[in-house]
């Protein structure tokens, strides 16, 4: 789950979207995708704003105005997105198996299934810089640290897979050293 727009208020967010927006994090989730988990053609799918994936306009008009035009142009790139897609169909095991990854219009729209999926293992990557970059999904718990109530899974989790990506990374520069 990658959102679009972060940590803003979901007027704000809605405000902020664009489809130059969409196609950018688009091509960075391709291509961190391919760079850091080795997959080599990835499948995006494009979560829809409003509900029902607008309705062909009854529901908004975002989707036909920001969220479609933003698909085709990744479509154009040779980057295979699929969109906009009602999100609340996007989450469940057999929908998941269609992508490698869901571009999401707003922080919710995307933190909240993650966390539903697996609150203590999620974690968090930035896709798109030179350098690794992982950490718990569910932020830093200040409320309880130092209390022994915190659950390391998170945090062992994350350890773990920038220690993959790092290693796919390593590999991918001996090959172009090579």
Known sequence: MVPVTI?????EAVAALSSEKIVATGRITAAGLVRDFA??????????????AGEDGALGREEI???????????GAGIAAEGPLPADTLF???ARQRYD?????????????????DFAGGVNVTLGLPFVRTSPDHGTALDIASTG?????SLIAALKL?????????AQVQVENS
């Open 7 to 11: 940590h803003l208020a979901l007027r």
């Open 149 to 153: 109530k915190a659950d390391p899974t």
């Open 92 to 94: 469940h095991p057999a």
């Open 101 to 117: 990854a869901v571009l999401c219009m707003y922080h919710d729209q995307a933190l909240i299934p993650l966390k539903t999926i």
């Open 39 to 52: 997959i080599s053609s990835p499948r995006l799918a494009v979560a829809a704003l409003n509900p029902h």
């Open 162 to 170: 920038a220690g993959e990506m790092a290693s796919r990374r390593g």
């Open 65 to 75: 105005e920001v969220i479609a035009p933003a698909v085709s142009l990744l479509r």
